[in-house]
């Protein structure tokens, strides 16, 4: 059974990171994940759990953050969490200027000798009362329950030590500094949580639905399915259904990122977070508020940094080393110089001070989710559902890709691309006699026989209709025997005919024994397959793979049209299964292999390999269980966009990586040769994050797309 709560306040990493672990080991807990971003707490029980699970997780919580508040999934009241938001900022900002003018009027009494020394320390003891009691208080409290290293610590080490050694302005400019600091990190990831918020709005509060002859607004949540709802121009369609009445054109930039708009009109499918341009529309509704396309699309995306990338789980256990690491580091360089090499006690305490204000991991435990949870976002602005960190960082190991031709690099849609006469038939005949023979016939072959020719065919007149299996069909009409269908049935009537060698599937057109001519039919290759494989290729895709169904004329020529490496044709679907696995084992250990298929047929293959991709998922609820990526449109050029988008938040991380461990080396350096005083040790803690955190948050802007 899984459960999810909000905890709301939380932007803390260091106590995220403390807070999944220790309800992580509750005992029957099976795992436990925090999105920090989200704030949302995900905790799967087992069968066996007998306990509060809801005040478990609020007695941790508070352990470490006595101000967030936890509240179950689905009772959360966001006008109220607003509100306390925005009273807690306004709390804080008076906070620090208060503390900031007694600090500085505590500065300026510095500079008068005839005020006593006492008068001037209790102003600075004032104002770091002002900014530093909830640390110091929240320090005390965590190392009554054991729990020692974490930045109140640090913080309340660095400056109570400070002032110990007689650096009483330096003390509280740290705490004040420090303060600061966490404010605008706050700011930052609530800044960061609202833009990506702003992707994802798209659920309308209200909708308008018809009920007893009158229109009533009422919540979308409150609609059944059945009931009819009604779309003005400029409005987004609250809920998934078929179209009763009306016509419009619908912006489907929110699903899918593409500008286009995208005409419905009577009996087509219109998908809940469209925005109706045009038109009023009437709405069959035939799924649930918690069923809709908007609601699964919002749902991936917010749960999607539960599936934590290799980065982001390194990251967290390095964190755990990392500070009480540096804190003995900093405890030994306190010590050690003054008990056997002479050194002055103030000179190394304050050093080993220093060092403490400089090692807490935020830049790094913050910044890399964030950065993942950015790309996500981007992502899914250009209509593309990466469903975890973890798929995000495979794309960019992608070595082999491999892809189903019908649907996925073709159209999947039969029409007739040549038509040939002989033997004094013209094609008007010959389009004619098979559009009559298929007339009666279902399979998409005989529908574009029919759609080419356009006419209305009179079934009467048919007559000693047959339909031979893997051969086409026999018919009498108008006094004459027509034949239908491949090589085969030619040859099984006896009629010398000329073979088709083009790429497509030839259907063979005869009368009364004579060979008139044939048809080609062919599947469309989509506009943009060959650039899209041109684009992976470029990106480090070392091989482009086709699985097909169809002969081996047909798949070696829309190989050869797209310049793929490998195609494998007249498969079924347990045979494209083994192709991949015979792929996978020639790939490299550290590269990924990706199938991409239209997410209904291709399941098991989606399942088999590393990454499943699934195009074409608009309105598909197959599409996107299956797959671990889903392209909402059907355009094999949104892969290459996902893999920049997977590269692009690869560079900031790698960046923030090397950015924050090289910075604080830096300053522990210096910190430990007594160049580095508090100041710059703020700067390297409190200075790093920040800019750790914007750069993250650059993925969200960032360009990907060719």
Known sequence: MERVFILKGLTCPNCSAKIEREVGQLSGVDSSSINLVSQKLTVALSDNYSGNVFEDIKRIVYTHERDVEVIP????????????????????????????????????????????????????????IILGADVVLRALKNIAKGRVFDENFLMTVSTIGAFAIGEYPEAVAVMLFYQIGEFFQDLAVKRSRKSISSLMDIRPDSANVKRNGTLVTVAPEQIAVGEAIVVKP????????????GEAMLDTRALTGEAVPRSVKKGDAALSGCINNSGVLTIEVTKTYGDSTASKIIDLVENAASRKAPTESFITTFSRYYTPAVVIMAA???????????????????????????????????????????????ASRKGILVKGGNYLEALNKLETV???KTGTLTKGVFRVSEIKAKNGFAQEQVLQLAATAESLSNHPIAR????????????????????????????????????????????????????????????????????AGSILISDEIKEDSRRAISDLKALGVKN????????????????RELALDEYHSGLLPDQKVEIVEQLDRKKSKSGKLAFVGDGINDAPVLARADIGIAMGGLGSDAAIEAADIVLMTDEPSKLSAAVKTAKATRRIVKQNIIFALGVKAAFLVLGAFGIAGMWEAVFGDVGVMLLA???????????TRS
């Open 73 to 128: 999934s689905g009772e959360a009241k966001e006008k109220a969490k607003e509100n306390k938001e925005e009273n807690h900022d306004r709390t804080t900002i008076i906070r620090l200027v208060l503390g900031g003018v007694v600090f500085a009027a505590g500065i300026v009494l510095t500079y008068f000798t005839s005020v006593n020394q006492y008068v001037t320390l209790s102003v600075l003891v004032l104002s770091y």
């Open 234 to 245: 400029g409005e987004r369609i609250p809920l998934d259904g078929i179209v009763l009445d």
């Open 332 to 378: 030994l360089l306190a010590v050690i110089p003054p008990l056997f090499f002479g050194g002055v006690w103030a000179e190394w305490i304050n050093r080993g001070f220093v060092f403490l204000v400089i090692s807490c991991p935020c830049a790094l435990v913050i910044s890399i989710p964030l950065a993942f949870f950015g790309g996500i976002g981007a």
């Open 402 to 404: 491999i892809f189903d």
């Open 448 to 515: 574009s026989i029919t759609d080419e020719y356009g006419k209305a065919v009179d079934e009467k007149e048919i007559g000693e209709y047959t339909e031979i299996s893997g051969h086409g069909i026999s018919a009498l009409f108008g006094g004459r025997r027509v034949l239908v269908g491949n090589g085969k049935l030619m040859r099984k009537y006896g009629v010398e005919y000329e073979k088709c060698d083009k790429a497509g599937t030839a259907v063979y057109v005869a009368c009364d024994g004579k060979f």
């Open 544 to 559: 482009t793979v086709m699985l097909t169904g169809d002969n081996e004329e047909i798949a070696a020529a829309v190989s």
């Open 693 to 703: 955190v914007l750069n993250a948050m650059r993925i969200l802007k960032a360009k």
